[in-house]
């Protein structure tokens, strides 16, 4: 049994003699089937950065979304300078003095950078007309607070990355914000412009404002924050003065408990290489990949949202195309130009979005089983319904498919018996490499054991699998390997012997 470590009081002033600007004190936030967050409480004060810490699906997201109004907890109350308040709407967040800039800006191309600095929010002259001068003299004000001269009239598409993310600041100033949200502001940055703009957040902080600052990476959050607070699992399980906080412990409230105990894995008997892949390259999204996969092995990937994971994987499956490098499948070269390809070779994909790319959700449950492989179902050219469901009824069955009959639209079944179809259509191709992205996302526990199980069994029969997952417990319960990406590079392999929750989140944040 894990014991949650008990996080500190957060709105005591446990850690600041200063009186917070925004307090959340025990909000959780339910989604059918899930609890996003239970009872969590958090506190941001004037002049300081909180760190926002915790693996993906921890509830950071979800957090944001409720601080800028897209959506109203279930349980619990936000203060303002000590007054309870609501956020029915983002537009009441902006007015209440929250803004956020996210990893993806969410500003327009075509627009000049005055335009978006002020869309929504724009001054008008006494006729009701769009005050142009005004905002225009308004952005180059804001540019020079942050130091930059960017003319207000380009327009956005023109600019950097980096400047792109100062327009994003100053629509946030231009709302006369108290609190700012930075959501992995340094994603796509180079060491002098997240330099730039650490420079940028110590003005902020001088102007007395409070920000909430979400990375994974632990070398610029003891640079800039001094809080922090770690999310697990939809809990705060801790909380402090970073700078008086081991790097160790942090990574231990991250990941921190016996998943061995949870996700108990069948030792199957490892054959030899069944898939090589040779220094993979992409333009855009994973450079000088090499790795092998043998018969009856389940090969974890691992990283954090960006690092490449799933890109690397479609681009194996045909769904996009390598730049260079060498794919061989019990060696014999492939040269994979489409996801038929790798389907005739033995590659098979189960995608992370099953309801948007892995299922037709208004279809029934033996049309969707059997789509990969009409030509097995079809006599002289034409589509057999008992040959499908003669194909569906046999995967249903060694899946533990629970569904009323085959014939209902598989959009009806929960989110576990949908991933049970996605698997079991791919399975009714015979392959020799099954990849997994995110297998058990979205589903209850009691499924996610049951997909466990199935993916045990697969191996066991000597089915090499790839599986994707964010998921710490999932990804060392699970896996005989692991490769870890981050920023599209492979940070490490590491043997099944030598995994840890702490040596995975230090190769994928760089601290390894």
């Known amino acids: 049994m894990t014991v949650r470590p008990k996080p500190l009081d957060v709105t005591s002033n446990a850690f600041t003699t200063s009186t917070p600007i ?7 936030q339910i989604f059918p089937g899930v609890k996003a967050l239970d009872g969590v409480s958090i506190a ?86 769009i005050d142009w001068k005004t905002i225009n003299q308004r952005s180059r004000e804001l540019m020079a607070e942050l130091e930059s001269n960017i ?32 959501d992995e502001p340094t994603a796509a940055l180079s060491r002098k412009e997240i330099d730039d703009l650490f420079r940028i957040v110590a003005g902020l902080k001088r102007q007395g404002k409070a920000i909430l ?45 016996d998943v061995h105990d ?40 691992y990283g954090l949202i960006g690092a490449g994971r799933s890109e690397l994987c479609q681009s194996l499956f045909g769904i996009t195309r390598p730049a260079s490098g060498r794919l061989t499948l019990e060696g014999r070269a492939l040269d994979i130009r489409s996801p038929s390809d790798a389907i005739n070779a033995g590659i098979v994909y189960v995608p992370e979005e099953r309801g948007r790319h892995g299922l037709a959700l208004q279809m029934p449950i033996y049309q969707n089983m059997s789509l990969p492989s ?22 249903a069955e060694r899946l533990d498919l629970r569904a009323a009959a085959l014939s209902v639209p598989v959009g ?26 995110e297998p058990t996302k979205g589903i209850d526990i009691g499924s996610k054991a049951a997909v466990h199980a199935f993916i045990s069994e697969l191996a066991g029969e000597g089915l090499s699998i790839i599986m994707i997952s ?34 995975l989140v230090r190769a994928a944040t760089g601290n390894a």
Not at 229 to 250: C, H, N, Y
Not at 375 to 390: D, H, M, P
Not at 420 to 437: F, N, R, S
């Open 44 to 129: 941001l004060y004037p002049g300081e950065v909180t760190a926002l810490i915790g693996e993906n699906g921890a509830g950071k997201s979800t957090l944001v979304k409720i601080l800028t109004g897209i959506y109203r907890p279930n349980e619990g109350e936000i203060l303002i300078d000590g007054k309870t308040t609501a956020f029915a709407s983002a537009q009441a967040a902006i007015d209440a003095g929250v803004t956020a800039i996210h990893q993806e800006t969410v500003l327009f191309d075509e627009l000049t950078v005055g335009e978006n600095i002020f869309l929504g929010h724009a001054p008008r002259t006494s006729f009701g007309l």
């Open 412 to 437: 009806t079944l929960s989110g576990g018996n949908q991933q049970k179809v996605v698997i079991g259509k791919w399975l009714a191709t015979a392959p020799k490499v099954i990849i997994l992205d």
């Open 374 to 395: 009409l030509v097995r179902t079809s006599v002289s050219g034409f589509l057999k319904a008992a040959n499908e469901l003669k194909l569906a009824r046999k995967y």
């Open 22 to 28: 925004l307090e959340m004190r025990g909000i959780s």
């Open 470 to 503: 964010s998921e710490l417990p999932e990804i060392l319960g699970m896996s005989d390997r692991v490769l870890v990406m981050r920023e599209g590079l492979m940070a490490g392999i590491y043997d099944r012997a030598d995994l840890s929750a702490e040596t």
């Open 151 to 182: 003319d207000p009239t380009i327009k956005l598409k023109d600019l950097s990355i980096a400047q792109r993310h100062l327009v994003a600041i100053a629509r946030a100033l231009s709302v006369d914000a108290r609190i700012v949200i930075m």
């Open 213 to 257: 600052f979400i990375s994974h990476k632990f070398d610029e959050l003891y640079e800039i924050a001094e809080n922090f607070a770690v999310f697990r699992d939809g809990r705060m399980v801790g909380s402090g003065r970073l700078k008086e906080t081991p790097q160790d412990e942090i990574i231990r409230l991250m990941v921190g408990r």
């Open 262 to 301: 949870v996700f108990p894995k069948t030792e199957v008997a490892i054959g030899g290489t069944v898939l090589a892949v040779e220094r993979y390259c992409h333009d855009t999204e994973f450079r000088d990949i090499s790795f092998d996969l043998r018969k009856g092995e389940i090969l974890g990937v």
